[in-house]
């Protein structure tokens, strides 16, 4: 079977950059067609830098970058440098990238990409804010029937938020684009914290990726040092969560996670909930339901699978 066609779209972030790792280590699976950048963690300029610096670390500098949006489509840009450190990518020692950014922009790049495929061969996979997709949604509503699917990490429902009490941070910082992504009748599958928390990255888990000995595997290690400094006050515990690697896990191994199809909205009316997922997860709307709701992951066969693929990275 020939490897599923993506286009990652992301603001890296150490989680990110497992993601991203994660899916360049499965080739014979995934095929990584593009990467766009946006302002979510840290700054555009930022997430653009650390997607090259990701994609040199796993020897895949053939794998292009596009810049795209530098902030939210109505609100001020909120960025993550208090849980991701200042560069996005603090905790590895990874160089200044030598390849340059593609001159697309990442918009125009979506939309190209979509619209060359053939119907249904690419799915769209964002772990940041929306905006970019939902720019493109916006600027070409061809696309939206021609993508097999979108597969987000962002949200949640009976975990709350955690940018607020109601919502995550990658819907709050842009509700209006994932507002427009949810209703634009896209194929959707969603990894919101309700699943991301149940994938924990352990100590002993970190020491045996590091001693596999490739590059890549002890820099995601390093990268994940410094990135389980964030939440002791929230999880008690040494590990942590490892939010978009979820994404990547959900492409190779759907049958590790507990899911539902749902209706789900966005809030982006109330101050005290905009960017709330609500997700109705026992039908009594009556609504469409219009995404897969991940729920739970079986996190030995997800950690073990993701060991295996970033350690096989150079």
């Known amino acids: 079977m020939a490897p599923r066609k993506i286009i990652i779209d992301t603001d890296p972030g150490q989680d990110d950059a497992f993601a991203i790792l994660f899916a360049l280590g499965s080739p014979s699976e995934i095929e990584v067609v593009g990467i766009t950048t946006v302002g979510g963690n840290v700054p555009l300029p930022l997430t653009s830098k650390n997607a090259l610096k990701v994609v040199e670390l796993a020897g895949r500098p053939d794998v292009p970058v596009?810049?795209?949006?530098?902030?939210?489509?109505?609100?001020?840009?909120?960025?993550?440098?208090?849980?991701?450190?200042?560069?996005?990518?603090?905790?590895?020692?990874?160089?200044?990238?030598?390849?340059?950014?593609?001159?697309?922009?990442?918009?125009?790049?979506?939309?190209?990409?979509?619209?060359d495929a053939p119907e249904g061969e690419l799915t769209v996979c964002t772990l940041g804010p929306m905006t970019n997709l939902a720019m493109a949604m916006t600027m070409e509503p061809r696309i939206i029937p021609r993508l097999r699917e979108v597969v987000l990490m962002g949200g949640g429902f009976f975990e709350g938020g955690n940018a607020t009490p109601a919502a995550e941070f990658n819907i709050?910082?842009?509700?209006?684009?994932?507002?427009?992504?949810?209703?634009?009748?896209?194929?959707?599958?969603?990894?919101?914290?309700?699943?991301?928390?149940t994938a924990i990255m352990t100590l002993e888990w970190l020491d045996r990726l590091r001693a596999t000995g490739s590059r890549a595997a002890m820099e995601a290690a390093n990268l994940a040092d410094f990135y389980r400094q964030y939440g002791s006050h929230k999880f008690g515990t040494p590990g942590r969560p490892i939010h978009d690697a979820c994404v990547t896990g959900y492409l190779l191994a759907p049958e590790i996670y507990e899911k539902r199809q749902c209706a789900v909205t966005v809030d982006i009316v109330s101050p005290e909930t905009i960017g709330m997922t609500v997700v109705d997860w026992w039908h009594v709307t009556g609504r469409r339901k219009n995404c897969n709701v991940l729920r739970r992951i079986e996190p030995a066969p997800f950690f073990e699978l993701m060991l295996q693929r970033i350690s096989a990275l150079p």
């Open 66 to 115: 596009y810049a795209g949006c530098p902030g939210p489509m109505v609100k001020k840009l909120m960025t993550a440098e208090y849980v991701h450190g200042k560069t996005g990518l603090d905790g590895a020692d990874l160089p200044e990238p030598v390849t340059p950014l593609q001159s697309e922009h990442g918009v125009n790049y979506l939309v190209r990409a979509i619209m």
């Open 172 to 197: 709050f910082v842009d509700p209006h684009a994932a507002h427009k992504v949810f209703d634009s009748g896209v194929p959707l599958t969603m990894a919101g914290i309700d699943c991301t928390y």
